[in-house]
């Protein structure tokens, strides 16, 4: 079956430090994946897509995130963490380009610690 | 630029009482609009979608319902709460081939 999986439930960074949100995925053939950040109490907010091409992508806020065929992966990363990154994130894949079978991971809880 | 209202923002309802949560968008016509739940410690699950008035598919068997009397107008509704439909509901809404864009949500308790 198609599955979008995050391992790791929560994790805590310090300020400054870099981060790397994993996430694996499970199609036949390579699939739409997205990440979304979401902040406590709101909607989800797009960080960046990946559909075809370079696999490594470009997002907002300073987010990036690299395709692996290879391992079925699709990790988020970041140099830096500010503060505000604090947020949950989600990673998200579809077989097709139409969100309607857009399967989500459960979630990353980000903590950065000043 | 396209923009989606959800409302309300928190809601506490009794068992056994009625629901309607609203959804509009603005800024794009025809849009896909999409109804999901989120309950703590897990993902996000998709409850309904629709790709135009009156054209709404169910992707899980429930106790809510959805309609599309608009356009750009998505309802969630229940005629009788239950305790497990707490949950934190979001409304999204995309164009053929482009992402999700998703509302701020509406937090409901079900007492």
């Known amino acids: 079956a198609q599955s979008v999986t995050q391992p790791d439930i929560h994790i805590t960074v310090s300020e400054g430090a870099s981060l790397e949100l994993r996430c694996n995925y499970s199609?036949?053939?390579?699939?739409?994946l997205f990440w979304y950040v979401q902040s406590p109490g709101q909607g989800l907010q797009l960080l960046l897509k990946y559909f075809s091409g370079d696999t490594l992508v470009q997002g907002i806020k300073g987010f990036e995130a690299e395709f692996k065929r290879s391992q079925s992966s699709f990790n988020l990363r970041k140099p830096s963490v500010h503060w505000s990154d604090a947020a949950e994130y989600f990673c998200a894949g579809s077989n097709t380009g139409t969100a309607s079978k857009l399967t989500f991971g459960t979630g990353t809880r980000l903590q950065v610690t000043l | 630029s396209q923009t989606i209202h959800q409302w309300p923002a928190t809601l506490v309802q009794p068992v056994g009482s009625p629901l309607s949560l609203e959804c509009t968008v603005e800024?794009?016509?025809?849009?896909?609009l999409y109804w999901y739940r989120q309950a703590a410690g897990r993902g996000l699950q998709l409850l309904f979608y629709?790709?135009?008035?009156?054209?709404i598919s169910s992707e899980v068997p429930q106790n809510l319902s959805a309609s599309r009397p608009q356009d750009r107008q998505f309802i969630l509704s229940s005629k009788k709460l239950l305790l497990s439909d707490s949950g934190f509901y979001l409304c999204a809404w995309s164009d053929s081939n482009s992402p999700l864009h998703f509302g701020n949500g509406t937090r409901l308790t079900v007492t």
């Open positions: 800024g794009t016509s025809n849009p896909n």
């Open positions: 629709s790709v135009g008035i009156g054209q």
């Open positions: 199609y036949g053939a390579t699939p739409y």
